[in-house]
């Protein structure tokens, strides 16, 4: 298994509640396909660089993780569909 990088961004509107359980959500995806989660780095909310969705702000978690292809493409497809989730990022973690 190889580590990654995530960088994914919330719709900023999200109670503390919503958010918490969104997070959980899509880090329960990897732990449900034999994957580990190494860190989790909530940035929180920030001024997005341009409007996504017609949001302006959004709240930004990033999470290093091993997982295998099988657990990425279950996150894409998750995230692809989720309203919650406004952008996603995976990039591979060359430390």
Known sequence: MKEYEIMY???AGLDDAARKAEVEKLHG???ANGGKILDV????????AYPIKKETKGYYVV???EADNVAL???DRVT???NNVLRSLVTVDHQ
Do not use: A, Q, Y
């Open 63 to 65: 999470v290093k993780i």
């Open 29 to 31: 995806i990897f732990t």
């Open 9 to 11: 961004i919330l719709k």
């Open 80 to 82: 692809r569909f989720d």
């Open 73 to 75: 493409n279950e996150f």
């Open 41 to 48: 780095n909530e940035w929180g909310l920030r001024e997005l």
